[in-house]
């Protein structure tokens, strides 16, 4: 009696044991599936619009290296480094500081703190709040340097295949936070991403009289697609077939502005938003744009 009570228990110790290896595999499987996991391929540029509820943060990956642009705010701190620890991600060879709001480098000394960053970029000002001041402490501990990020820095090298052209700021200094944000185009054989932080139409009308070749298939859409931001103009002449909205469900301000989704969609521009979208992940394999 007692032999085969053992050889019962046995049995239900392997079965029980099976069923929790299962349940672990599924739970694998499942988590997999769900966190938008893109392995990088070495001939594609991949670019990973964040959802960070109401902010910016925007990866690229490219030729074994990462740029990260931004660092979303405080509130989603464990959505961004969640997300970016499932890439597996050991080094940022490119950090950049768009310009000081909470939004944009609210978790920007987390980032700091994980992570190998090689180069750091931000644009010559400084902020009296204790998120840029938490930033600031991270750089020394680290060691790192600010690389002054303006019109026509050349020092972002991406690779082959790639191009890097800064446009803005322009100025040395603005009333407006906001537009000492960096207007970024980073071209990958023939295709092209224009980034543009917050900046808003005076900045916009600034480069459109330098007469840059901001013509870009991919717009991330300027200042979470406020008003202040994507003039007509400055749309058209970009002339993009995709544009991407960073902003947060439900927010406070009303992002975007129906007037500028209006322009968008009068321009023929296919429109993804990480608020109704999630985690927006473009590739291109130099010729053309998918989006995972």
Do not use: W
């Not at 001939?43 to 290296?65: A, E, P, R, T, Y």
């Not at 690389?147 to 026509?152: A, H």
């Not at 050349?154 to 603005?174: A, C, E, H, M, Q």
């Amino acid at each position: 009696m007692n032999k085969i009570f053992i050889v019962k228990k046995k049995y239900i110790s392997i079965f029980l044991f099976m069923i929790i290896i299962s349940l672990y595999l599924i739970s694998c499987s499942s988590l997999y599936k769900n966190s938008n996991y893109i392995k990088p391929d070495p001939n594609q540029m991949i670019v990973h619009f964040i959802d960070v509820g109401q902010g910016d943060s925007i990866l690229i990956q490219v030729n074994n290296k990462n740029m990260l642009i931004d660092a979303g705010p405080k509130s989603d701190k464990n959505e961004l480094l969640n997300y970016l620890s499932k890439l597996n991600i050991e080094k940022l060879d490119y950090v950049i500081a768009t310009h000081p709001h909470e939004d944009h480098i609210g978790n920007m000394s987390d980032i700091i703190d994980s992570y190998n960053v090689l180069k750091f970029y931000a644009p010559k000002v400084q902020s009296t709040t204790k998120t840029f001041e938490k930033m600031i402490d991270s750089l020394k501990r680290k060691g790192l340097k600010i690389n002054v990020i303006r019109k026509d820095t050349d020092s972002i090298d991406l690779g082959k295949n790639t191009n890097v052209r800064v446009f803005s700021p322009i100025d040395d200094s603005y009333e407006n936070l906001n537009n000492y944000s960096s207007v970024i185009k980073i071209q990958y054989g023939s295709t092209s991403f224009l980034f543009t932080g917050d900046a808003e139409k005076d900045v916009e009308e600034k480069i459109l009289d330098n007469n840059e070749n901001i013509s870009s298939d991919v717009l991330k859409v300027g200042h979470h697609g406020s008003s202040t931001s994507t003039s007509k103009a400055f749309l058209n002449k970009i002339n993009p077939s995709i544009g991407v909205i960073s902003v947060g469900k439900d927010n406070t301000y009303n992002h975007p502005n129906n007037e500028t989704i209006k322009s968008l969609k009068e321009n023929k521009v296919t429109i993804y938003r990480t608020d109704k979208d999630g985690t927006v992940i473009l590739s291109s394999d130099g010729t053309k744009i998918s989006k995972k």
